[in-house]
Protein backbone atom coordinates (compact mmCIF):
# COMPACT_ATOMS: atom_id res chain seq x y z
CA UNK A 1 0.00 0.00 0.00
CA UNK A 2 2.97 1.99 0.78
CA UNK A 3 4.66 1.42 -2.42
CA UNK A 4 1.60 2.47 -4.26
CA UNK A 5 0.75 5.90 -2.68
CA UNK A 6 4.41 6.33 -3.56
CA UNK A 7 3.90 5.77 -6.86
CA UNK A 8 0.87 8.28 -7.00
CA UNK A 9 2.62 10.79 -5.28
CA UNK A 10 5.77 11.34 -7.09
CA UNK A 11 2.99 10.94 -10.28
CA UNK A 12 1.17 14.17 -9.11
CA UNK A 13 4.25 15.71 -8.23
CA UNK A 14 5.70 15.85 -11.90
CA UNK A 15 2.78 16.99 -13.12
CA UNK A 16 2.75 20.32 -10.11
CA UNK A 17 6.77 20.76 -11.31
CA UNK A 18 6.31 19.99 -14.99
CA UNK A 19 9.36 18.18 -15.31
CA UNK A 20 10.58 17.49 -18.93
CA UNK A 21 11.85 15.27 -21.65
CA UNK A 22 15.48 13.56 -21.71
CA UNK A 23 17.31 14.93 -24.44
CA UNK A 24 17.89 12.14 -26.84
CA UNK A 25 20.68 10.84 -28.70
CA UNK A 26 18.92 8.50 -30.82
CA UNK A 27 19.67 8.22 -34.67
CA UNK A 28 16.96 8.86 -37.09
CA UNK A 29 16.84 9.23 -40.93
CA UNK A 30 14.08 11.27 -41.54
CA UNK A 31 15.15 14.53 -41.57
CA UNK A 32 18.06 14.10 -44.37
CA UNK A 33 18.01 10.57 -45.32
CA UNK A 34 20.73 9.51 -43.59
CA UNK A 35 21.74 8.92 -40.01
CA UNK A 36 21.79 11.65 -37.81
CA UNK A 37 21.83 12.18 -34.52
CA UNK A 38 18.49 13.51 -33.34
CA UNK A 39 20.03 16.62 -31.42
CA UNK A 40 21.68 17.79 -34.73
CA UNK A 41 18.38 18.56 -36.31
CA UNK A 42 16.85 22.01 -36.46
CA UNK A 43 13.35 20.58 -36.05
CA UNK A 44 11.21 18.62 -34.15
CA UNK A 45 11.24 14.91 -34.52
CA UNK A 46 9.28 12.04 -32.80
CA UNK A 47 10.64 8.62 -32.61
CA UNK A 48 7.75 5.86 -31.65
CA UNK A 49 9.64 2.31 -31.58
CA UNK A 50 8.82 -0.94 -30.61
CA UNK A 51 9.40 -0.83 -27.05
CA UNK A 52 6.41 1.95 -26.98
CA UNK A 53 4.24 -0.19 -28.81
CA UNK A 54 4.42 -3.00 -26.53
CA UNK A 55 4.52 -0.77 -23.58
CA UNK A 56 1.18 0.83 -24.63
CA UNK A 57 -0.29 -2.40 -26.56
CA UNK A 58 -1.12 -0.69 -29.32
CA UNK A 59 -1.85 -1.98 -32.83
CA UNK A 60 -2.35 0.52 -35.40
CA UNK A 61 -0.35 3.01 -37.47
CA UNK A 62 -3.11 5.87 -36.33
CA UNK A 63 -2.84 4.54 -32.82
CA UNK A 64 0.67 5.31 -32.75
CA UNK A 65 0.56 8.87 -34.27
CA UNK A 66 -1.61 9.85 -31.50
CA UNK A 67 -4.22 12.81 -31.09
CA UNK A 68 -3.25 14.50 -34.91
CA UNK A 69 -4.66 11.19 -36.29
CA UNK A 70 -8.42 11.17 -37.21
CA UNK A 71 -10.46 8.18 -37.65
CA UNK A 72 -14.02 7.78 -38.80
CA UNK A 73 -14.81 4.50 -36.50
CA UNK A 74 -12.99 1.49 -35.48
CA UNK A 75 -9.38 -0.23 -37.00
CA UNK A 76 -9.79 -0.94 -40.64
CA UNK A 77 -11.67 2.80 -41.14
CA UNK A 78 -10.33 5.91 -42.90
CA UNK A 79 -7.77 7.85 -40.38
CA UNK A 80 -6.72 11.52 -41.64
CA UNK A 81 -3.64 12.69 -40.02
CA UNK A 82 -3.06 16.69 -39.42
CA UNK A 83 0.84 17.65 -38.38
CA UNK A 84 1.17 21.51 -37.86
CA UNK A 85 -2.25 22.30 -38.32
CA UNK A 86 -1.87 21.54 -42.42
CA UNK A 87 -4.31 19.39 -44.29
CA UNK A 88 -4.42 15.78 -44.35
CA UNK A 89 -3.03 16.10 -47.47
CA UNK A 90 -0.39 17.62 -46.34
CA UNK A 91 1.41 15.28 -44.75
CA UNK A 92 3.56 12.86 -46.63
CA UNK A 93 3.82 9.01 -45.62
CA UNK A 94 6.56 7.06 -46.08
CA UNK A 95 7.33 3.00 -45.85
CA UNK A 96 11.05 2.65 -45.05
CA UNK A 97 11.83 5.62 -47.28
CA UNK A 98 9.17 4.58 -50.10
CA UNK A 99 6.53 7.23 -51.21
CA UNK A 100 2.71 6.12 -50.15
CA UNK A 101 0.17 8.55 -50.95
CA UNK A 102 -2.42 7.42 -52.74
CA UNK A 103 -1.95 9.07 -56.48
CA UNK A 104 -5.60 7.82 -56.90
CA UNK A 105 -7.50 9.54 -54.13
CA UNK A 106 -9.32 12.54 -54.53
CA UNK A 107 -6.30 14.78 -53.48
CA UNK A 108 -3.75 12.39 -53.37
CA UNK A 109 -3.84 11.78 -49.14
CA UNK A 110 -3.18 8.44 -47.61
CA UNK A 111 -5.33 6.98 -44.89
CA UNK A 112 -2.97 5.93 -41.69
CA UNK A 113 -5.93 3.66 -40.63
CA UNK A 114 -5.29 0.72 -42.31
CA UNK A 115 -1.67 -0.17 -41.14
CA UNK A 116 -1.00 -2.43 -38.26
CA UNK A 117 2.30 -2.07 -36.31
CA UNK A 118 3.31 -6.38 -36.27
CA UNK A 119 6.00 -5.67 -39.02
CA UNK A 120 7.20 -2.09 -37.63
CA UNK A 121 10.51 -1.42 -35.46
CA UNK A 122 9.59 2.16 -35.39
CA UNK A 123 7.75 5.30 -36.42
CA UNK A 124 9.43 8.81 -37.24
CA UNK A 125 7.18 12.02 -37.33
CA UNK A 126 8.91 14.57 -38.83
CA UNK A 127 6.69 17.97 -37.30
CA UNK A 128 7.09 20.50 -39.97
CA UNK A 129 8.05 21.30 -43.91
CA UNK A 130 10.43 18.64 -45.52
CA UNK A 131 9.54 19.10 -49.23
CA UNK A 132 13.08 19.88 -50.25
CA UNK A 133 14.01 16.42 -49.12
CA UNK A 134 11.14 14.26 -50.48
CA UNK A 135 9.22 16.61 -52.57
CA UNK A 136 5.49 17.30 -52.94
CA UNK A 137 2.91 16.72 -49.90
CA UNK A 138 6.03 17.91 -47.42
CA UNK A 139 3.85 20.47 -46.10
CA UNK A 140 2.93 19.77 -42.74
CA UNK A 141 5.41 16.99 -42.22
CA UNK A 142 6.34 13.25 -42.53
CA UNK A 143 5.45 10.11 -41.25
CA UNK A 144 8.26 7.27 -41.98
CA UNK A 145 7.16 3.45 -41.45
CA UNK A 146 10.55 1.59 -40.96
CA UNK A 147 10.33 -2.19 -40.67
CA UNK A 148 12.12 -4.64 -38.78
CA UNK A 149 15.21 -5.94 -39.79
CA UNK A 150 18.44 -7.37 -38.27
CA UNK A 151 19.54 -7.22 -34.81
CA UNK A 152 21.67 -9.07 -32.48
CA UNK A 153 20.71 -12.86 -33.12
CA UNK A 154 20.96 -14.52 -36.06
CA UNK A 155 17.73 -15.74 -35.59
CA UNK A 156 15.12 -13.86 -33.50
CA UNK A 157 11.69 -15.22 -33.96
CA UNK A 158 8.61 -13.68 -32.57
CA UNK A 159 4.51 -13.97 -31.56
CA UNK A 160 1.91 -12.18 -30.41
CA UNK A 161 -1.93 -12.89 -30.14
CA UNK A 162 -5.04 -11.22 -28.78
CA UNK A 163 -8.21 -11.08 -28.34
CA UNK A 164 -10.50 -8.42 -27.50
CA UNK A 165 -14.12 -6.23 -27.19
CA UNK A 166 -16.19 -6.76 -30.40
CA UNK A 167 -14.90 -10.13 -31.21
CA UNK A 168 -11.63 -9.19 -31.85
CA UNK A 169 -9.12 -11.36 -32.86
CA UNK A 170 -5.03 -10.44 -34.02
CA UNK A 171 -1.68 -11.44 -34.13
CA UNK A 172 1.36 -11.62 -35.96
CA UNK A 173 4.66 -13.72 -35.98
CA UNK A 174 7.56 -12.83 -37.76
CA UNK A 175 11.84 -13.64 -37.26
CA UNK A 176 14.28 -10.89 -37.57
CA UNK A 177 18.06 -11.69 -37.69
CA UNK A 178 21.79 -10.83 -38.39
CA UNK A 179 24.33 -13.29 -39.42
CA UNK A 180 27.67 -13.60 -42.13
CA UNK A 181 26.98 -9.85 -43.80
CA UNK A 182 23.22 -10.32 -43.81
CA UNK A 183 20.18 -8.85 -42.58
CA UNK A 184 16.46 -9.66 -42.77
CA UNK A 185 13.19 -9.47 -41.21
CA UNK A 186 10.15 -11.39 -42.39
CA UNK A 187 6.36 -11.10 -40.66
CA UNK A 188 2.69 -11.67 -40.92
CA UNK A 189 -0.30 -10.27 -39.36
CA UNK A 190 -4.34 -10.41 -39.33
CA UNK A 191 -6.74 -8.27 -37.50
CA UNK A 192 -10.36 -8.81 -37.24
CA UNK A 193 -12.96 -7.61 -35.36
CA UNK A 194 -16.79 -6.82 -35.66
CA UNK A 195 -16.27 -3.76 -35.04
CA UNK A 196 -19.08 -1.21 -33.32
CA UNK A 197 -21.77 1.15 -34.78
CA UNK A 198 -20.18 4.26 -36.24
CA UNK A 199 -23.01 6.17 -36.69
CA UNK A 200 -23.30 8.03 -33.25
CA UNK A 201 -26.37 7.09 -30.83
CA UNK A 202 -27.96 10.90 -30.81
CA UNK A 203 -28.81 10.29 -34.41
CA UNK A 204 -32.21 8.89 -34.69
CA UNK A 205 -30.76 6.70 -37.86
CA UNK A 206 -28.47 4.91 -35.36
CA UNK A 207 -29.59 1.27 -35.51
CA UNK A 208 -26.45 -0.64 -33.57
CA UNK A 209 -25.26 -2.17 -36.99
CA UNK A 210 -21.74 -2.69 -36.47
CA UNK A 211 -18.93 -2.31 -38.47
CA UNK A 212 -16.59 -5.24 -38.95
CA UNK A 213 -13.59 -4.92 -40.83
CA UNK A 214 -10.11 -6.95 -41.23
CA UNK A 215 -6.60 -6.78 -41.79
CA UNK A 216 -4.00 -9.03 -43.25
CA UNK A 217 -0.29 -7.72 -43.93
CA UNK A 218 3.18 -9.64 -45.15
CA UNK A 219 6.38 -7.80 -44.76
CA UNK A 220 10.13 -8.81 -45.71
CA UNK A 221 13.00 -7.14 -46.23
CA UNK A 222 16.85 -8.45 -46.64
CA UNK A 223 20.29 -6.84 -46.68
CA UNK A 224 23.64 -8.08 -47.39
CA UNK A 225 26.80 -5.59 -46.96
CA UNK A 226 29.69 -7.65 -48.74
CA UNK A 227 31.91 -4.67 -47.92
CA UNK A 228 32.78 -2.37 -51.09
CA UNK A 229 28.81 -3.79 -52.62
CA UNK A 230 25.47 -3.86 -50.24
CA UNK A 231 22.02 -5.14 -51.84
CA UNK A 232 19.09 -5.15 -50.30
CA UNK A 233 15.63 -6.04 -51.02
CA UNK A 234 12.10 -5.25 -49.84
CA UNK A 235 8.50 -6.61 -49.89
CA UNK A 236 5.16 -5.52 -48.12
CA UNK A 237 1.40 -6.67 -49.12
CA UNK A 238 -1.61 -5.56 -47.54
CA UNK A 239 -5.54 -6.54 -48.03
CA UNK A 240 -8.31 -4.34 -46.19
CA UNK A 241 -11.84 -4.95 -45.78
CA UNK A 242 -14.17 -2.30 -43.99
CA UNK A 243 -17.69 -2.11 -43.69
CA UNK A 244 -18.93 1.41 -43.40
CA UNK A 245 -22.18 3.54 -42.90
CA UNK A 246 -23.38 6.35 -45.59
CA UNK A 247 -24.09 10.19 -45.51
CA UNK A 248 -26.96 9.70 -48.49
CA UNK A 249 -29.69 7.73 -46.35
CA UNK A 250 -33.33 8.55 -46.54
CA UNK A 251 -36.02 9.24 -49.03
CA UNK A 252 -34.00 12.38 -50.33
CA UNK A 253 -30.79 10.98 -49.66
CA UNK A 254 -29.09 13.56 -47.96
CA UNK A 255 -28.60 11.81 -44.12
CA UNK A 256 -26.09 10.52 -41.75
CA UNK A 257 -27.61 6.87 -41.31
CA UNK A 258 -26.47 2.80 -40.92
CA UNK A 259 -26.19 0.77 -44.05
CA UNK A 260 -25.58 -2.41 -43.34
CA UNK A 261 -24.59 -3.30 -47.73
CA UNK A 262 -21.87 -0.85 -47.75
CA UNK A 263 -18.47 -2.01 -47.75
CA UNK A 264 -14.73 -0.85 -49.22
CA UNK A 265 -11.79 -3.18 -50.09
CA UNK A 266 -8.43 -1.98 -50.67
CA UNK A 267 -5.04 -3.35 -51.24
CA UNK A 268 -1.14 -2.18 -51.20
CA UNK A 269 1.74 -3.90 -52.79
CA UNK A 270 4.93 -2.72 -52.89
CA UNK A 271 9.06 -3.54 -53.84
CA UNK A 272 11.91 -2.59 -53.72
CA UNK A 273 15.26 -3.66 -55.00
CA UNK A 274 18.86 -1.83 -54.29
CA UNK A 275 22.51 -1.86 -54.35
CA UNK A 276 25.05 0.44 -53.11
CA UNK A 277 28.38 0.96 -53.70
CA UNK A 278 31.27 2.76 -51.18
CA UNK A 279 33.38 4.84 -53.24
CA UNK A 280 36.27 5.26 -50.51
CA UNK A 281 36.25 5.38 -46.98
CA UNK A 282 33.88 8.74 -47.21
CA UNK A 283 31.67 8.08 -50.55
CA UNK A 284 28.36 5.99 -51.05
CA UNK A 285 26.47 5.68 -53.80
CA UNK A 286 23.07 3.85 -53.95
CA UNK A 287 20.76 2.65 -56.43
CA UNK A 288 17.04 2.00 -55.92
CA UNK A 289 13.69 1.45 -57.64
CA UNK A 290 10.33 -0.39 -56.95
CA UNK A 291 6.76 0.17 -57.32
CA UNK A 292 3.85 0.87 -55.21
CA UNK A 293 0.32 -0.58 -56.38
CA UNK A 294 -2.75 0.70 -54.95
CA UNK A 295 -6.17 -0.50 -55.55
CA UNK A 296 -9.47 0.19 -53.73
CA UNK A 297 -13.03 -0.05 -54.61
CA UNK A 298 -16.50 0.25 -52.67
CA UNK A 299 -19.62 -2.21 -53.00
CA UNK A 300 -23.34 -1.84 -52.27
CA UNK A 301 -25.01 -5.29 -51.70
CA UNK A 302 -22.53 -6.93 -53.47
CA UNK A 303 -22.28 -4.94 -56.19
CA UNK A 304 -19.17 -2.22 -57.00
CA UNK A 305 -20.01 1.14 -57.35
CA UNK A 306 -16.35 2.54 -57.82
CA UNK A 307 -13.04 1.55 -57.97
CA UNK A 308 -9.38 3.38 -58.25
CA UNK A 309 -6.29 1.82 -58.84
CA UNK A 310 -2.63 3.83 -58.66
CA UNK A 311 0.44 2.81 -60.08
CA UNK A 312 3.46 4.14 -58.54
CA UNK A 313 7.10 3.19 -60.33
CA UNK A 314 10.32 4.71 -59.46
CA UNK A 315 13.74 4.85 -59.11
CA UNK A 316 16.41 6.69 -57.22
CA UNK A 317 20.24 7.53 -57.50
CA UNK A 318 21.91 9.13 -54.37
CA UNK A 319 25.28 10.33 -53.44
CA UNK A 320 26.43 10.31 -50.16
CA UNK A 321 29.98 12.13 -48.72
CA UNK A 322 30.74 12.20 -45.35
CA UNK A 323 33.72 13.20 -43.99
CA UNK A 324 34.62 14.87 -40.51
CA UNK A 325 31.97 17.82 -39.55
CA UNK A 326 30.85 17.73 -43.41
CA UNK A 327 28.36 15.64 -44.75
CA UNK A 328 26.59 15.81 -48.33
CA UNK A 329 24.07 14.36 -49.54
CA UNK A 330 22.83 14.58 -53.49
CA UNK A 331 20.15 12.58 -55.99
CA UNK A 332 17.96 12.37 -58.54
CA UNK A 333 14.41 10.58 -58.19
CA UNK A 334 11.94 9.67 -61.28
CA UNK A 335 8.97 8.43 -60.56
CA UNK A 336 6.08 7.21 -62.89
CA UNK A 337 2.47 7.65 -61.72
CA UNK A 338 -0.93 6.26 -63.44
CA UNK A 339 -4.17 6.33 -62.22
CA UNK A 340 -7.40 4.29 -63.30
CA UNK A 341 -10.50 5.49 -61.53
CA UNK A 342 -14.22 4.63 -62.31
CA UNK A 343 -16.05 6.85 -59.44
CA UNK A 344 -19.74 6.01 -58.66
CA UNK A 345 -20.83 9.94 -60.18
CA UNK A 346 -18.07 10.42 -62.50
CA UNK A 347 -16.37 9.29 -65.90
CA UNK A 348 -13.98 6.28 -65.57
CA UNK A 349 -10.29 7.98 -65.68
CA UNK A 350 -7.03 6.63 -66.70
CA UNK A 351 -4.21 9.72 -66.82
CA UNK A 352 -0.63 8.95 -66.04
CA UNK A 353 2.33 11.57 -65.16
CA UNK A 354 6.40 11.62 -65.20
CA UNK A 355 8.30 13.13 -62.56
CA UNK A 356 11.46 13.97 -62.29
CA UNK A 357 13.45 15.40 -58.65
CA UNK A 358 16.69 16.15 -57.98
CA UNK A 359 18.04 17.93 -54.76
CA UNK A 360 20.76 18.54 -52.46
CA UNK A 361 21.17 18.14 -48.26
CA UNK A 362 24.00 19.42 -46.32
CA UNK A 363 25.26 19.66 -42.99
CA UNK A 364 28.13 20.75 -41.21
CA UNK A 365 28.95 20.48 -37.32
CA UNK A 366 31.28 23.16 -35.97
CA UNK A 367 33.39 21.74 -33.39
CA UNK A 368 30.34 19.86 -31.97
CA UNK A 369 28.14 23.30 -30.67
CA UNK A 370 27.06 24.75 -33.75
CA UNK A 371 25.16 22.17 -36.82
CA UNK A 372 24.22 23.68 -40.23
CA UNK A 373 21.97 22.19 -42.54
CA UNK A 374 20.85 22.75 -46.01
CA UNK A 375 18.65 21.90 -48.27
CA UNK A 376 17.17 22.28 -52.26
CA UNK A 377 14.96 19.89 -54.53
CA UNK A 378 14.10 21.17 -58.01
CA UNK A 379 10.65 18.69 -59.10
CA UNK A 380 9.56 18.51 -62.73
CA UNK A 381 6.28 17.22 -63.92
CA UNK A 382 5.52 16.76 -67.17
CA UNK A 383 1.91 17.91 -67.09
CA UNK A 384 1.79 21.53 -65.29
CA UNK A 385 5.51 22.35 -64.44
CA UNK A 386 8.49 23.02 -62.29
CA UNK A 387 8.81 23.78 -58.36
CA UNK A 388 11.87 24.84 -56.42
CA UNK A 389 11.67 24.59 -52.47
CA UNK A 390 14.41 24.76 -50.20
CA UNK A 391 15.04 24.45 -46.52
CA UNK A 392 18.05 25.70 -43.69
CA UNK A 393 18.50 25.56 -40.39
CA UNK A 394 20.77 25.55 -37.18
CA UNK A 395 20.94 24.34 -34.23
CA UNK A 396 23.45 25.27 -31.20
CA UNK A 397 24.24 22.04 -28.51
CA UNK A 398 25.19 24.36 -25.53
CA UNK A 399 26.01 22.02 -22.50
CA UNK A 400 22.30 21.29 -20.92
CA UNK A 401 20.64 23.70 -23.55
CA UNK A 402 19.89 23.10 -26.97
CA UNK A 403 18.73 26.04 -29.21
CA UNK A 404 17.32 25.64 -33.04
CA UNK A 405 15.75 27.56 -35.82
CA UNK A 406 14.91 26.73 -39.11
CA UNK A 407 13.15 28.32 -42.25
CA UNK A 408 11.91 26.24 -44.89
CA UNK A 409 9.61 26.94 -47.83
CA UNK A 410 7.09 23.65 -49.54
CA UNK A 411 4.54 22.29 -52.15
CA UNK A 412 1.73 20.34 -52.82
CA UNK A 413 1.28 19.29 -56.20
CA UNK A 414 -3.07 18.91 -57.38
CA UNK A 415 -3.41 15.51 -57.76
CA UNK A 416 -4.55 13.97 -61.24
CA UNK A 417 -8.18 13.51 -60.24
CA UNK A 418 -8.08 17.05 -59.09
CA UNK A 419 -7.07 18.27 -62.69
CA UNK A 420 -8.73 15.85 -64.99
CA UNK A 421 -11.89 13.60 -63.26
CA UNK A 422 -14.98 14.84 -65.28
CA UNK A 423 -18.43 14.31 -63.56
CA UNK A 424 -22.01 16.15 -63.91
CA UNK A 425 -21.03 18.20 -60.54
CA UNK A 426 -17.36 18.75 -61.52
CA UNK A 427 -15.05 19.57 -64.42
CA UNK A 428 -10.93 19.04 -64.26
CA UNK A 429 -9.02 22.26 -64.05
CA UNK A 430 -5.50 21.34 -65.92
CA UNK A 431 -4.53 24.48 -64.90
CA UNK A 432 -4.61 24.26 -60.95
CA UNK A 433 -1.28 25.51 -59.66
CA UNK A 434 0.81 23.53 -56.48
CA UNK A 435 -0.17 25.26 -53.25
CA UNK A 436 2.81 26.29 -52.03
CA UNK A 437 4.19 27.40 -48.32
CA UNK A 438 6.76 29.04 -46.19
CA UNK A 439 7.38 27.95 -42.73
CA UNK A 440 10.22 29.04 -39.61
CA UNK A 441 10.52 27.83 -36.13
CA UNK A 442 12.73 28.68 -33.30
CA UNK A 443 12.72 26.04 -30.35
CA UNK A 444 14.60 24.87 -27.39
CA UNK A 445 14.85 21.62 -25.01
CA UNK A 446 16.73 22.42 -21.62
CA UNK A 447 17.98 19.57 -20.00
CA UNK A 448 18.04 20.51 -16.10
CA UNK A 449 19.92 16.99 -15.11
CA UNK A 450 20.16 13.61 -16.17
CA UNK A 451 16.52 12.68 -16.06
CA UNK A 452 14.92 15.78 -16.31
CA UNK A 453 14.51 17.90 -19.04
CA UNK A 454 11.42 20.49 -20.70
CA UNK A 455 11.52 21.97 -24.29
CA UNK A 456 9.14 24.53 -26.39
CA UNK A 457 8.70 25.64 -30.11
CA UNK A 458 6.82 28.50 -31.93
CA UNK A 459 6.27 27.99 -35.47
CA UNK A 460 4.37 29.54 -38.14
CA UNK A 461 3.36 28.90 -41.72
CA UNK A 462 1.84 30.60 -44.54
CA UNK A 463 0.00 28.32 -47.41
CA UNK A 464 -0.73 30.07 -50.81
CA UNK A 465 -2.61 29.16 -53.69
CA UNK A 466 -5.12 26.26 -51.70
CA UNK A 467 -7.32 24.25 -54.02
CA UNK A 468 -10.91 24.29 -53.24
CA UNK A 469 -13.61 23.06 -54.41
CA UNK A 470 -15.78 26.34 -56.42
CA UNK A 471 -19.25 25.10 -57.09
CA UNK A 472 -20.39 28.01 -59.41
CA UNK A 473 -17.48 27.15 -61.56
CA UNK A 474 -17.89 23.18 -61.32
CA UNK A 475 -14.01 22.66 -60.44
CA UNK A 476 -11.62 22.96 -57.85
CA UNK A 477 -9.31 26.40 -58.39
CA UNK A 478 -6.54 27.84 -56.66
CA UNK A 479 -8.45 30.77 -54.46
CA UNK A 480 -7.83 29.41 -50.70
CA UNK A 481 -4.82 31.14 -48.55
CA UNK A 482 -3.88 29.45 -44.83
CA UNK A 483 -2.40 31.30 -41.82
CA UNK A 484 -1.40 28.78 -38.84
CA UNK A 485 0.41 29.50 -36.34
CA UNK A 486 1.45 27.32 -33.59
CA UNK A 487 3.28 26.77 -30.31
CA UNK A 488 4.21 23.04 -29.06
CA UNK A 489 6.34 21.88 -25.57
CA UNK A 490 6.90 19.35 -23.30
CA UNK A 491 7.95 18.30 -20.26
CA UNK A 492 9.27 15.09 -19.36
CA UNK A 493 11.02 13.21 -16.30
CA UNK A 494 12.07 9.66 -15.15
CA UNK A 495 11.07 9.78 -11.41
CA UNK A 496 12.90 6.78 -10.47
CA UNK A 497 14.35 4.02 -12.72
CA UNK A 498 10.71 2.44 -12.53
CA UNK A 499 8.84 5.22 -12.94
CA UNK A 500 8.36 8.08 -15.38
CA UNK A 501 6.07 10.75 -17.10
CA UNK A 502 5.64 12.67 -19.78
CA UNK A 503 3.48 15.90 -20.42
CA UNK A 504 2.89 17.29 -23.87
CA UNK A 505 0.67 20.71 -24.95
CA UNK A 506 -0.12 22.07 -28.47
CA UNK A 507 -1.71 25.28 -29.02
CA UNK A 508 -2.63 25.56 -32.54
CA UNK A 509 -4.18 28.64 -34.66
CA UNK A 510 -5.10 27.75 -38.10
CA UNK A 511 -6.94 29.86 -40.29
CA UNK A 512 -8.65 30.48 -43.75
CA UNK A 513 -7.18 33.91 -44.37
CA UNK A 514 -9.91 34.79 -47.19
CA UNK A 515 -12.80 33.62 -45.06
CA UNK A 516 -11.24 34.34 -41.82
CA UNK A 517 -12.25 31.21 -40.44
CA UNK A 518 -10.98 28.15 -38.20
CA UNK A 519 -9.75 25.12 -40.53
CA UNK A 520 -11.71 22.37 -39.65
CA UNK A 521 -10.64 19.54 -37.31
CA UNK A 522 -7.76 21.54 -36.02
CA UNK A 523 -7.99 21.85 -32.27
CA UNK A 524 -6.59 24.87 -30.66
CA UNK A 525 -5.61 23.17 -27.36
CA UNK A 526 -4.43 19.87 -27.42
CA UNK A 527 -2.96 17.81 -23.94
CA UNK A 528 -1.19 14.46 -23.84
CA UNK A 529 -0.18 12.59 -20.75
CA UNK A 530 1.83 9.37 -21.09
CA UNK A 531 2.54 8.10 -17.55
CA UNK A 532 4.47 4.56 -17.38
CA UNK A 533 5.27 2.66 -13.76
CA UNK A 534 7.02 -0.34 -13.36
CA UNK A 535 6.82 -1.42 -9.25
CA UNK A 536 8.61 -4.76 -10.55
CA UNK A 537 10.74 -6.23 -12.41
CA UNK A 538 8.11 -8.37 -13.78
CA UNK A 539 4.75 -5.94 -13.98
CA UNK A 540 4.77 -2.78 -16.25
CA UNK A 541 1.71 -0.12 -16.32
CA UNK A 542 1.52 2.34 -19.10
CA UNK A 543 -1.22 5.07 -19.00
CA UNK A 544 -1.85 7.50 -21.67
CA UNK A 545 -4.50 10.11 -21.79
CA UNK A 546 -5.49 12.69 -24.24
CA UNK A 547 -7.46 15.98 -24.48
CA UNK A 548 -8.64 17.28 -27.85
CA UNK A 549 -10.18 20.74 -27.48
CA UNK A 550 -12.38 22.30 -29.11
CA UNK A 551 -12.62 22.80 -33.40
CA UNK A 552 -14.85 23.07 -36.52
CA UNK A 553 -15.72 20.56 -38.02
CA UNK A 554 -18.23 19.19 -40.50
CA UNK A 555 -21.59 18.54 -38.70
CA UNK A 556 -25.01 16.80 -38.51
CA UNK A 557 -28.09 17.05 -36.31
CA UNK A 558 -29.75 14.46 -34.28
CA UNK A 559 -31.92 13.81 -37.26
CA UNK A 560 -29.31 13.05 -39.26
CA UNK A 561 -29.24 15.91 -41.17
CA UNK A 562 -26.43 18.14 -42.78
CA UNK A 563 -26.04 21.28 -40.88
CA UNK A 564 -22.18 23.12 -41.44
CA UNK A 565 -19.46 22.54 -43.14
CA UNK A 566 -17.52 24.63 -40.48
CA UNK A 567 -19.41 24.60 -37.24
CA UNK A 568 -17.88 24.23 -33.45
CA UNK A 569 -17.86 20.74 -31.91
CA UNK A 570 -16.90 20.08 -28.48
CA UNK A 571 -13.80 18.90 -27.08
CA UNK A 572 -12.90 15.77 -25.37
CA UNK A 573 -10.34 13.43 -23.03
CA UNK A 574 -10.05 10.10 -23.56
CA UNK A 575 -7.55 7.57 -21.59
CA UNK A 576 -6.25 4.21 -21.98
CA UNK A 577 -4.56 1.99 -18.93
CA UNK A 578 -2.31 -1.16 -20.47
CA UNK A 579 -0.16 -3.76 -18.10
CA UNK A 580 2.65 -5.95 -18.97
CA UNK A 581 3.46 -8.79 -16.76
CA UNK A 582 6.88 -10.96 -17.85
CA UNK A 583 6.17 -14.38 -17.53
CA UNK A 584 10.19 -14.79 -18.18
CA UNK A 585 12.80 -13.55 -20.33
CA UNK A 586 10.84 -14.71 -23.33
CA UNK A 587 7.14 -14.15 -23.07
CA UNK A 588 4.80 -11.87 -21.23
CA UNK A 589 1.25 -11.65 -20.75
CA UNK A 590 -0.53 -8.64 -21.70
CA UNK A 591 -3.82 -6.27 -21.09
CA UNK A 592 -5.01 -3.26 -21.91
CA UNK A 593 -8.04 -0.97 -21.70
CA UNK A 594 -9.29 1.52 -24.05
CA UNK A 595 -11.67 4.71 -23.21
CA UNK A 596 -11.36 4.23 -20.34
CA UNK A 597 -14.17 6.52 -18.31
CA UNK A 598 -15.90 5.20 -21.29
CA UNK A 599 -16.19 8.99 -22.52
CA UNK A 600 -18.64 9.35 -25.63
CA UNK A 601 -17.60 11.72 -28.07
CA UNK A 602 -17.03 12.03 -32.09
CA UNK A 603 -13.81 12.40 -33.72
CA UNK A 604 -14.29 13.36 -36.56
CA UNK A 605 -18.23 14.76 -36.13
CA UNK A 606 -20.47 12.48 -37.05
CA UNK A 607 -18.61 9.76 -35.97
CA UNK A 608 -18.97 8.16 -32.76
CA UNK A 609 -15.94 7.03 -31.50
CA UNK A 610 -14.85 3.55 -30.12
CA UNK A 611 -16.58 3.10 -26.39
CA UNK A 612 -14.85 1.37 -23.41
CA UNK A 613 -13.13 -1.40 -25.04
CA UNK A 614 -10.42 -4.49 -23.57
CA UNK A 615 -7.54 -6.41 -24.92
CA UNK A 616 -5.62 -9.31 -23.38
CA UNK A 617 -3.31 -11.43 -24.66
CA UNK A 618 0.55 -12.58 -25.04
CA UNK A 619 3.66 -12.21 -26.98
CA UNK A 620 7.09 -14.18 -27.23
CA UNK A 621 10.55 -13.23 -28.34
CA UNK A 622 12.82 -16.36 -28.71
Do not use: C
Amino acid sequence: MRHTLKIAALLLSSLVALPAYAQSDEIVVTATRTPTPLAQLPARIEVINRDDFEARSITTLAEAVGSTAVQGGGAGQQSSVFLRGANSKHALALFDGIRLNDSAGPNAAYDFGQDTLGAIQRVEVLRGPASSIYGSDAVGGVVNIIPRRGGEQAFAPFLELAVGSFETVRGFAGAAGATNGFEYGVSGEFLETEGFDAVPERIVTHTGDEDSSSISTFTASVRHDGGVFAFDALVRARETEAEYDTFSGGAFFDLRADDSDLENESSQRLWRLGAEMEGGSALNFRLSGGQVLSQRGETDSGFQTSAAESDRTFADLVATYAHGPVTLTSGVAFERNEIETQPQFANPLSVGEDQVGVYAIGQYAFNNVLTATGSIRWDDYDQFGARTTYGAGIVANLASLRLFASYATAFKAPSLSERFEQSFFNIGNPDLEAEESQSWEIGADWTLNPTLTLGASYYQTRIDNMINYNFGLLQNVNVDEAEIDGAEAYVETALTDWASIRLAYAWTDARDAIADRPLTRRPEHALMLDARVSPTERLAFSLSWDYVGERTDVTYSDAGAFISSNREVDGFHVGALAATYKLDDRAEVFARIDNLTDETYEQPAAFAASPRAGTIGVRARF
